[in-house]
Structure formats: structure tokens, C-alpha cells
């Protein structure tokens, strides 16, 4: 069974910083390109940032330079450091796994940016 299971949403000051992780299983985790995507209400599904197999990454314009995404191919689990933190980062979190026409999503994690 494929599951993606995202964790280390929550809520935090603006400025602040937080984790996300997805470990995943049921996947060959190593040739999957892993992404993480964001949704606020209201609006579109849009990625946030994405690593490729051979670690090569690219990030939307409005994290570049605050957040940072990476793998763990042994631990089978993604990850997205986020620092300084600001309210339009609020939304719900989801990490996504592609291998070629196979997309695997996550159910999501919360992020709130609020003082």
C-alpha cells in the first residue's frame, strides 16, 4: 500500500521556523522526484518546492532563499525546512511523490503563520 504521511505542521510567529516531513512507504522512494505543494484557502494548489532523484531542486519565487527541501533516500522521507515564516505561507502542506505518470499525494499538514 503507497501512503505519503506528512508531519511538523502547526502554528507558529511569524519569523519562526518549521519542519515538514513525509516519510513515505510502498514507493521506490529513490527514483521518485518529491515535492511539496501548498493550498490556502481560496485559492490554487501550487508547488512549493521539488527535488529530483539526482537531487537537483527548484523552488517557487516566493520561498526561494527562505525555505529549503530535501531527501533522505535511506529513510525513505522528504523534508522542507521553512525559516522565516510569514502569514502568506499559511496553508495546508502536502507532499507529493511523481515517477513519470504516477502522481502519490499526501493528506496534508497545517501550517499557520499568526502572532
Known amino acids: 500500500q503507497v501512503q505519503l504521511v506528512e508531519s511538523g505542521g502547526g502554528l507558529v510567529q511569524p519569523g519562526g521556523s518549521l519542519r515538514l516531513s513525509c516519510v513515505t512507504s510502498?514507493?521506490?522512494?529513490?527514483?521518485?522526484?518529491m515535492g511539496w505543494y501548498r493550498q490556502a484557502p481560496g485559492k490554487q494548489r501550487e508547488l512549493v518546492a521539488a527535488?529530483?532523484?539526482?537531487?537537483?531542486?527548484n523552488y517557487a519565487d516566493s520561498v526561494k532563499g527562505r525555505f529549503t527541501i530535501s531527501r533522505d533516500n535511506a529513510k525513505n522521507t522528504a523534508y522542507l525546512q521553512m525559516n522565516s515564516l510569514k502569514p502568506e505561507d499559511t496553508a495546508v502542506y502536502y507532499c507529493?511523490?511523481?515517477?513519470?505518470?504516477?502522481?502519490?499525494w499526501g493528506q496534508g499538514t497545517q501550517v499557520t503563520v499568526s502572532s
Open positions: 527535488i529530483t532523484s539526482g537531487g537537483s531542486t
Open positions: 507529493n511523490a511523481q515517477f513519470r505518470k504516477i502522481t502519490t
Open positions: 510502498g514507493i521506490i522512494f529513490s527514483i521518485n522526484t
